[in-house]
């Protein structure tokens, strides 16, 4: 066997895994707190862990298979045995060490640093400024102005860090108070759509993007040209769409005040003064500055870290736990995806410009959109409409499941817990996600490009 069809059936069972995770926590409640049994399910039922396990057993079974190759034709003896094992132990760290981990690096801190009182509380005055200017009921005011503002900040300050602040933001104001169900899913679904093609007005914020502008020498003014503006209108779209659905459940909970979340604990530390604000942005600037160099960026985090804790009467606890977790996910997904070029390039090459934009949208679902384009960008003589359909279905796919985009699990982590005990239903948030996702390929494919 080769490790390529090893590789694609760890995959395939690590994207079943992640449709099974609320299975694993239902199984763990049966068992008694803190037992092998219980602790063994949760690890299973963790969304966050399943790549990183799977790419473990990856890991493992790469040993096996290379050891068996340099085994298969020699006499059988122990030395050749043993050296078989070492020939595969060294065979899978070059694979490991020949893979690229800056994205999940970069992902980690960055998220880390967004979700930072200081930085939140500033996202949260631009959005209450933006919602003032909305002449509607004030829930309705902020959830439009947050889905709108919030997206497209990731264009700037990228998308996992628009991420991790609009999903703050939105937990305080609407999953944690006694909105529907339906509401939940649909606002999270649109959540993740909407950063997905938020991060499309720059060349060098959203993953997907990331990974092809140089190579195809897409600029800032190429980006909006062709995808921002289109964007733009999309997320307006879907945002104004989620404010109509569901505008009687909005009127019948005014926007909770400062005081409020004060009294509610979801807000617990007195306001951050501007020079501590300063840092925190200037951090984060530097940060995104240097994303490709992740010994420059892990430094620069040092020093935040430290910053943190003589500013603590300023901070609350950093989220260092959930950016580990996302990190950790993202490096299972670039582990397990290196290996699946053998059956994506030929596909990709296969395939007719609206086939492409299709067949893109729907991969992105199974697969992280950023090492969907990277493969894209490796063969040779697409054409522009090729190139284009590519990244603009997966962008446009982005926000149909947990895995569809790397800043996906960052939104997950902070929502997920106010969905309960089974947390988030991968069948609940495709079907909540299909209203933005359909508005976003009907305007990146039917709008011109200007």
């Not at 500033?122 to 400024?129: G, H, N, S, V, Y």
Request: net charge negative; proline share 4%.
């Amino acid at each position: 066997m080769r490790i390529e069809h090893a590789a694609t059936a760890i995959f395939v069972l690590a994207v079943l895994h992640t449709f099974l995770v609320s299975q694993f926590q239902k199984l763990a409640h049966k068992y008694p707190e803190g037992s092998k049994a219980e602790n063994l399910f949760h690890l299973l039922g963790e969304t966050e862990a399943v790549f990183i396990l799977w790419a473990g057993v990856l890991w493992l079974v790469h040993i096996c298979i290379s050891a068996l190759h340099h085994v298969n034709g020699h006499p059988y003896s122990l030395a050749n045995v043993t050296g078989g094992f070492g020939h595969g132990w060294h065979e899978a760290i070059h694979y490991i060490e020949s893979l690229n981990y800056t994205e999940a690096k970069f992902v980690f801190v960055i998220m880390v640093i967004a979700g930072t009182k200081p930085v939140i509380d500033l996202a949260d005055a631009i959005i209450r400024a933006g919602a003032r200017l909305i002449p509607l009921p004030s829930s309705a005011a902020f959830l439009l102005s947050a889905l709108f503002i919030g997206a497209q900040l990731g264009s700037f300050i990228t998308e996992p860090a628009a991420m991790t602040v609009t999903a703050i933001l939105l937990v305080r104001q609407y999953f944690s108070r006694g909105y529907s169900r339906i509401f939940k899913y649909m606002l999270f679904g649109t959540l993740l759509v909407l950063v997905s093609i938020g991060g499309v007005h720059t060349p060098f914020a959203a993953p997907p993007v990331l990974m092809v502008a140089d190579k195809w020498d897409w600029d800032i003014v190429y980006m909006e040209r062709h995808f921002g503006w289109k964007a733009a209108v999309a997320i307006l779209t879907s945002s104004v769409l989620m404010v109509v659905v569901f505008f009687r459940q909005l009127c019948a909970m005014p926007l909770l005040t400062d005081d409020e979340l004060h009294a509610s604990g979801s807000v617990e530390m007195k306001k951050a003064p501007w020079w501590v604000i300063g840092v925190h942005l200037g951090t984060l600037a530097l940060v995104v500055v240097t994303a490709h160099h992740s010994d420059v960026f892990m430094g620069v985090f040092v020093f935040f870290l430290g910053f943190c804790v003589v500013t603590h009467e300023y901070q609350e606890e950093l989220k260092v736990k959930q950016g580990l977790l996302v990190g950790g996910f993202l490096a299972g997904l670039v582990t397990l995806g290196g290996l699946q070029s053998w059956w994506l390039e030929p596909l990709l090459a296969s395939l007719n410009e609206l086939q492409l934009y299709l067949g893109a949208t729907a991969l992105t679902a199974i697969t992280d959109n950023a090492a969907l384009t990277f493969l894209g960008s490796q063969v040779e003589g697409l054409s522009d409409g090729k190139k284009y359909a590519l990244v603009a279905g997966a962008v446009s796919g982005g926000g149909l499941t947990v895995i569809a985009n790397a800043p996906n699990p960052a939104g997950y982590s902070i929502v997920n817990p106010v969905f309960g005990k089974n947390g988030i239903s991968p069948l609940g948030l495709f079907l909540g996600a299909l209203p933005a996702t359909i508005i976003t390929m009907i305007c990146f494919w039917y709008l011109p490009s200007l």
